[in-house]
T-cell receptor, first 113, second 119 residues
Framework: GNSVTQMEGPVTLSEEAFLTINCTYT??????LFWYVQYPGEGLQLLLK?????DKGSNKGFEATYRKETTSFHLEKGSVQVSDSAVYFC????????????FGSGTRLSIRP | EPEVTQTPSHQVTQMGQEVILRCVPI?????FYWYRQILGQKVEFLVS????????KSEIFDDQFSVERPDGSNFTLKIRSTKLEDSAMYFC?????????????????FGPGTRLTVL
């Protein structure tokens, strides 16, 4: 079946460090891929997305590239800030945005000042 | 910016009681969803709803669950007889696949969630 696997947390980094959170997926065809972020005490917010192979999604300094050959969608940021502390969820949607979203288990990120 | 809203933010109930969780999706959206997140676990799909009927449901969404769009703005999730294991954060989401352009296109927007605690 369709699934998403992302690196276990928690991840703790110092401010201005480089961030990578790994995500791989299993799905037939060409799913849409997403990163959602959940800040403490808040709901899920879409961070970025990519809908076809080799697309790069980007937002707020975060980037992820849809790699079909490696079935991956790793999240990266060049210089993290304390305000980036949150839980990050990799996710996929099998057919379109109307389809259910399948989430990974989430990675908690903590940034030290 | 339009947003999905949910009420209440926290609901505490006794096992066996009925609860209704309420959501107001974004006004021009046509597809509605409920997801849940048990503490410390992944977010799981429960049900999707379009054109006044369920379009897909997960195995979690058994006969104890029902959804309704009672008017033009609200979307509700009812749990008829709550169990301890129903304790979770419940998220409502909505989308309009017809939108185009930018990050918001073709995207499910999530509400802030209702934390349900079953005692």
């Amino acid at each position: 079946g369709n699934s998403v696997t992302q690196m276990e947390g928690p991840v703790t980094l110092s401010e201005e460090a480089f961030l990578t959170i790994n995500c791989t997926y299993t799905a037939t065809g060409y799913p849409s891929l997403f990163w959602y972020v959940q800040y403490p005490g808040e709901g899920l917010q879409l961070l970025l997305k990519a809908t076809k192979a080799d697309d790069k999604g980007s937002n707020k300094g975060f980037e992820a590239t849809y790699r079909k050959e490696t079935t991956s969608f790793h999240l990266e940021k060049g210089s993290v800030q304390v305000s980036d502390s949150a839980v990050y969820f990799c996710a996929l949607s099998r057919y379109s945005s109307a389809s259910k979203i399948i989430f990974g288990s989430g990675t908690r990120l903590s940034i030290r000042p | 910016e339009p947003e999905v809203t949910q009420t209440p933010s926290h609901q505490v109930t006794q096992m066996g009681q009925e609860v209704i969780l309420r959501c107001v999706p974004i006004s021009n959206h046509l597809y509605f969803y409920w997801y849940r997140q048990i503490l410390g676990q992944k977010v799981e799909f429960l049900v999707s709803f379009y054109n006044n009927e369920i379009s897909e449901k997960s195995e979690i969404f058994d006969d104890q669950f029902s959804v309704e769009r009672p008017d033009g703005s609200n979307f509700t999730l009812k749990i008829r007889s709550t169990k301890l294991e129903d304790s979770a954060m419940y998220f409502c989401a909505s989308t309009d696949p017809g939108t185009s352009g930018g990050l918001s296109a073709d995207t499910q927007y999530f509400g802030p969630g209702t934390r349900l605690t079953v005692l």
